[in-house]
């Protein structure tokens, strides 16, 4: 029988570092049905978006020629995936979110990745400067399109340091469980919102709001949270309708282009800082 295909995206430079392991232990938990292959992200170039949206109408493609098409392609031709990433400065390593800034351009290819199983981890030296990675990292993961069914944060400085925790194989048995639905994959987060899985919430009149998909939840006295309420705009019909939106302000530019140039001109100029042979603002 054919294998089946998971794919590990890498965010780390460091051979044999942390986030690697962690990918190719969970592609030891899903089994002999299963290959794996790696994908460094540091080693691809890709550039920022230029937010031209000409990936956004209808036959053609982002103009930038850099790696970006061919790593979609991975990603569409993985039966499924997962996002191994050091923590850098309270956040995951910047490459992560030029990525999903570029991820507009996935939509040509419909909703081939939504239903892509994909497990996220992060790896960090610290609890105590985890900041907003984990959480940001699900986020822009999600934000490629990906269907995100488990996060785990792996803790350890040196390259290979993770590995030797005494929770490791458990997590590696969670995140693989997550992606094979089996029932390894039964862990509760508790803190987490159950949609999106981020753990940062800001005060509302109501309780807590998720600070990613603006979920609802109430906090009960033994500190467990309630969700009561899921926000549409979040739901795959609510997505759909984004994106038609945004087709929709693609379409309206041309009629407010003139009273739009006209508010630029008055803005034109100004005196523009750049290192030698770089362009100008
Ligand atoms: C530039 C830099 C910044 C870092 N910032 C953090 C941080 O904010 N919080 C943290 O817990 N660890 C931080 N670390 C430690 C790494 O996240 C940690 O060593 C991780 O295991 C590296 O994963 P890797 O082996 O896959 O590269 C930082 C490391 C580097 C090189």
């Not at 460094?40 to 098409?69: E, F």
């Not at 790896?123 to 986020?139: F, M, N, P």
């Not at 739901?235 to 003139?258: D, R, T």
Request: glycine fraction near 10%; hydrophobic fraction near 40%; charge should be negative.
């Amino acid at each position: 029988m054919e294998k089946k295909k998971l794919t590990g995206i890498v965010g780390s430079s460091r051979r044999l570092g942390n986030a690697e392991i962690v990918a190719k232990a969970i592609g030891e938990g899903l089994g002999e049905g299963w290959d794996l292959s790696l994908i460094r992200l540091p080693h691809l170039r890709i550039q920022p978006c230029k937010g031209c949206y000409a990936c956004l109408q209808p036959g053609m493609s982002c103009n930038l020629q850099d790696d970006m098409a061919w790593l979609l392609d991975r990603l569409c031709e993985a039966d499924a995936l997962v996002v191994a990433v050091p923590d850098y400065i309270l956040g995951p390593v910047g490459m992560v979110k030029m990525l999903t800034d570029r991820a507009l351009q996935a939509l040509a290819r419909g909703t081939a990745l939504w239903k892509k199983r994909t497990v996220v981890a992060l790896t960090l030296g610290r609890e105590e400067y985890r900041g907003y990675a984990d959480t940001a990292l699900i986020a822009q993961v999600a934000g490629l399109g990906l269907d995100v069914v488990g996060t785990e944060c792996f803790y350890g400085t040196h390259p290979g340091e993770a590995a030797i925790a005494v929770d490791f194989q458990e997590k590696i048995d969670h995140l693989a469980g997550a992606l094979l639905g089996d029932e390894r994959a039964s862990v509760e987060y508790g803190n987490r919102c159950p949609r999106c899985l981020s753990d940062l919430f800001r005060t509302h009149p109501q309780g807590l709001e998720c600070a990613v998909c603006k979920s609802l939840a109430e906090r009960k006295d033994d500190g467990s949270l309630h969700f009561f309420f899921f926000h549409p705009e979040f739901s795959e019909e609510g997505q759909i309708e984004h994106i038609n939106w945004l087709q929709m302000k693609k379409a309206e530019y041309p009629h407010l282009k003139n009273r739009l140039k006209a508010v630029q001109s008055s803005y034109q100029g100004g005196t523009w800082l750049s290192p030698p042979q770089a362009q100008t603002g």
